[in-house]
């Protein structure tokens, strides 16, 4: 026995005392927990299999808005309609407005809708960014069916392997709009726009119509538009395994199906015939066919076929360093009568497949994801590219990223989970991501470029890295632990889905809170690589508004600027690592001496500013990184006296008062130590009833922190 064995044989029994402790846990969570990380050299080297599992239509609200810990229903910082009211209250056409509402229970099983909705709502492209600029059309344009959610009863496996791994709460899709602009991205790094192949399929469904994994049922006469490199085709290039596992019913969902280079392949040649194996075959391929002469499906629909054909892979020692899998139609959670309990039981035996094996659990990331938000509402506006100076400015190149004018992405945040021996212990990360950050995460690894992402992207989308802490892997136990087979999320789908379903939605007056437990109401949270400034003062001839963003960190960040009584915005802004940039608002533009901006960011980040432009305060905050503080340097230059009140919203870091005479300056420290380093408060001048500015985020130490402390308590303005 080689060393490397023998000391992962050593950590395997050093751990199997811990698993004895989790037997409240699904068996396959349970055993992936208890295997340990195959640390060889403690970096992203260790892993030696990467299996991506992309499911269909669901929002991040929609699935974890109730979920501890996370930025959901409970967010303290949720952008504001333009009636002021908060972004849950969605408008409706009759006046009144549609609050999020659960999806099961109301003593009527027609109401039961947690697994099966009773028509699919619309999930189109968004057409116009200006429509969409406030995010108050949820209701308009997607029905107010958009507004329901599903809680841990109704998604037990989900919430469980939450709570047990690492799960992401700023994962966007790709493009506002529906599953193929959003697979080629996961496919290939881009829509098309960013190679120049602009066209409609850039933002719709645009394909052959064949929603099989057979090639024979290909249409022969289709003309594809898709007419780049895959990243498959990469990784071939470098001698990296990959294959996509599907069955004879797919949904359509294998992007590279749709790619000129994996149609009308000669299996007769060798080639040939291996990419077909990679990209094309399905599991349960047999010689029948149907009376057209084309392949028939003969896989029962129970999945099963799909996850032998992975297991034989996993056993063999076959698996390649890259899997993509595709589900059946009803395992792939597409709302309308495809349960999400049938996508938790595809998870389950994926899941139970990977760690049969614990030397190859060891080494594998499972990363669940999905394509699109399939027509739910989510509260956390996207990064947007400016797509004219006017729509507002990014110090890094927004080409590939417009296309007919607009600005397609980021669409909204969706479900994301990865698990694996280096993301245990129930973390939450706010890092910004997308599709793309999954090819990312591959050429960190492998060392295979994809040339088709745009720097727009590469600036705004992380590549996965802060999910995981390969140096060491957390054995935490995780909260609300059960033991549920596989077969009861089909059952209980199953019982869900009998009779025909309502598409009357409730009257709902009170939020609904986010769960806590009997220790706190947040997740440990991974370092993010953020750090930033934003500022803002009156321009030196009274004339106009001024806010600076000067982005310090290591990653990119955007920005969405809000005004209340302005004839134009919102404005979004993207600054590059190393990047600052200052705006100015004419105060005439106002309408009145009076301003008032909101500035959103990564992370519950928030500026507030509100006043008039008579009122002389400087104000200007800085990120200490010694005392892991925020520094507040206070200059009036009035020729009055300035009674100044700094009210602490949420942390506890307690309010002050402070006299400023005129042509005076000061300088304080807000300490966040006590608080996870989050900071919330609120700066008002007594003698200016106008001015109101707040000033809240995250100070990233390079540590694992906590998430925000204040989610679900009452909101502040």
């Excluded at 029905?143 to 009863?153: A, C, I, P, Q």
């Excluded at 071939?236 to 294998?254: I, L």
């Excluded at 200016?688 to 985020?697: H, I, S, T, V």
Aim: some cysteine; hydrophobic content about 30%; proline content about 5%.
């Amino acid at each position: 026995m080689n060393t490397t064995r023998r000391q992962f044989l050593k950590r395997l029994a050093q751990t199997s005392s811990a698993s004895a402790g989790l037997s409240l846990l699904p068996d396959s969570i349970a055993k992936a927990l208890s295997i340990p990380a195959n640390i060889q050299t403690g970096t992203i080297q260790d892993v030696k299999h990467v299996v991506i599992f992309m499911q269909e239509n669901r929002s991040f609200d929609h699935y974890f808005g109730t979920l501890k810990g996370v930025r959901g229903f409970g967010d303290p910082r949720p952008s504001l309609l333009r009636n002021g009211k908060p972004v849950w209250y969605q408008p409706m056409d009759n006046g009144k407005y549609q609050l999020p509402f659960p999806l099961k229970g109301y003593g009527d099983a027609s109401e039961d809708r947690a697994q099966c909705q009773p028509e699919d709502l619309p999930h189109s492209w968004k057409y116009s960014q200006k429509m969409w600029a406030h995010y108050d059309v949820w209701v308009k344009e997607k029905t107010s069916m958009s507004m329901g959610y599903l809680t841990r009863t109704d998604l037990p496996f989900y919430y469980a392997l939450a709570d047990a791994f690492t799960v992401g709460d700023a994962y966007h899709a790709s493009v506002f709009g529906p599953t193929d602009p959003n697979r080629l991205f996961l496919f290939s790094g881009t829509n098309g726009v960013s190679v120049g192949k602009d066209g409609r399929h850039a933002l719709s469904n645009v394909d052959d119509g064949n929603e099989t994994g057979s090639m024979l049922r290909d249409k022969k006469n289709w003309k594809s538009p898709y007419t780049w490199t895959t990243y498959a085709e990469r990784l071939s290039a470098k001698q990296v395994s990959w294959k996509v596992y599907q069955e004879y019913d797919n949904f359509g969902d294998n992007a590279l199906a749709y790619f000129p280079q994996f149609r009308n392949l000669n299996r007769q040649d060798p080639i040939q015939e291996e990419r077909y194996q990679r990209a094309r075959a399905y599991a349960g391929e047999t010689n029948e066919l149907d009376e057209k002469g084309l392949p028939r499906n003969t896989n029962p629909n129970d999945a099963q076929a799909l996850v032998d054909r992975f297991s034989e892979d996993v056993r063999s020692g076959q698996l390649p360093a890259v899997s993509w899998i595709v589900a059946p139609t009803k395992f792939c959670e597409h709302p309308e009568k495809n349960p999400a309990g049938y996508g938790e039981s595809l998870t389950s035996r994926l899941l139970d497949v990977l760690t049969e094996n614990p030397e190859v659990w060891a080494k594998t990331v499972l990363i669940l994801c999905y394509d699109e938000e399939g027509g739910f509402f989510d509260h956390v506006l996207p990064p947007v590219a400016p797509a004219t100076r006017h729509d507002g400015y990014s110090s890094v190149s927004t080409a590939g990223e417009i296309s007919k004018g607009e600005a397609f992405g980021l669409g909204a945040r969706l479900p994301f989970i990865i698990a694996s021996p280096w993301t245990r212990g129930g973390f939450v990360c706010s890092e910004v991501f997308d599709h793309t950050s999954i090819i990312r995460f591959l050429e960190k690894r492998f060392g295979v470029m994809e040339p088709n992402i745009s720097n727009w992207r590469r600036a705004i989308c992380g590549d996965l890295s802060s999910m995981f802490d390969f140096s060491q892997a957390e054995t935490k136990r995780p909260q609300n632990l059960f033991d549920t087979p596989h077969q009861q999320y089909i059952q209980s789908a199953q019982l869900s889905c009998e009779g025909k379903k309502s598409n009357e939605t409730p009257r709902v007056e009170q939020l609904v809170r986010q769960e806590t437990d009997a220790y706190s109401n947040t997740k440990h949270a991974r370092p993010l690589p953020y750090q930033y400034d934003v500022n803002a003062k009156l321009s030196d001839d009274n004339e106009g508004f001024q806010i600076n963003f000067n982005n310090r960190g290591k990653a990119g960040a955007a920005f969405t600027v809000f005004a209340q009584g302005h004839n134009a915005g919102p404005w979004y802004y993207t600054l590059g690592s190393g990047h600052q940039f200052t705006e100015n608002w004419a105060l005439i533009d106002f309408g009145s001496d009076k301003y008032a901006l909101r500035v959103h960011g990564p992370n519950g980040f928030l500026r507030v500013f509100q006043g008039r432009g008579n009122t002389r305060l400087e104000l200007k905050t800085t990120l200490n990184l010694t005392k892991n503080s925020l520094s507040i340097q206070l200059r009036n230059t009035s020729e009055r006296t300035y009674t100044i009140g700094l009210r602490d919203n949420f942390y506890g870091s307690g309010d002050r008062q402070l006299v400023l005479e005129s042509k005076s300056q000061t300088q304080i420290e807000w300490e966040c130590e006590t608080s996870g380093h989050w900071y919330d408060f609120t700066v008002t001048i007594a003698e200016e009833k106008d001015f109101l500015w707040r000033y809240a985020g995250h100070i990233e130490t390079g540590k694992n922190s906590t998430s925000d402390p204040a989610n679900g308590l009452p909101q502040k303005r």
